[in-house]
């Protein structure tokens, strides 16, 4: 069973895994800003989330395993931008990240979804291909050329 924690609720252990995870290297180069963040910006950053009510960053359970985090961000009349990381010692978690993120953007009645995606990102492209997001622009972010996909839900 998939349980959804919100960045705001956790505890030291849960923000500390996930800065562990941010920073890993298999999933840093993928992020926009891919510098190491330490401790403090993070737990700054979580601290700020709870003033925010236009985006929403989760932990993801599945059974006793933490498998990734998924967000929803610039959340704006229907809409959202999602964003999604696997734990980086699982392999092949990719589709239920999707799933639990595509189901808890149905509940807060967002109806349309964009993912930006750098262009050698093919493993990101192909699972959100697999869930029916197609490309509408392409654009270049610190340098590196991404893609912009949506999908209406």
């Not at 330490?38 to 985006?55: A, M």
């Not at 869930?131 to 999908?151: A, G, H, Q, V």
Request: glycine residues 4%; neutral net charge; contains cysteine.
């Amino acid at each position: 069973m998939i349980q959804l924690h919100n960045f705001t609720t956790l505890d030291v252990s849960q923000k500390e895994l996930i800065l562990s995870w941010r920073n890993h290297p298999t999933v840093r180069k993928w992020m926009i800003n891919d510098n190491e963040i330490s401790l403090e910006e993070h737990l700054h950053f979580i601290d700020l989330l709870g003033t925010k009510t236009n985006s929403c960053y989760c932990l993801v359970q599945n059974e006793s395993q933490y498998i990734g985090v998924i967000n929803l961000t610039h959340i704006h009349n229907n809409s959202a931008e999602l964003g999604i990381y696997a734990n980086p010692d699982m392999r092949g978690v990719g589709s239920v990240l999707m799933t639990a993120l595509i189901d808890y953007a149905s509940t807060l009645g967002i109806s349309h979804l964009v993912a930006n995606v750098f262009i050698t990102n093919v493993r990101a492209q192909k699972l959100y291909q697999k869930f029916e997001f197609t490309e509408i622009r392409r654009i270049e972010s610190n340098k590196k050329k991404m893609m912009t996909l949506e999908r209406k839900l």
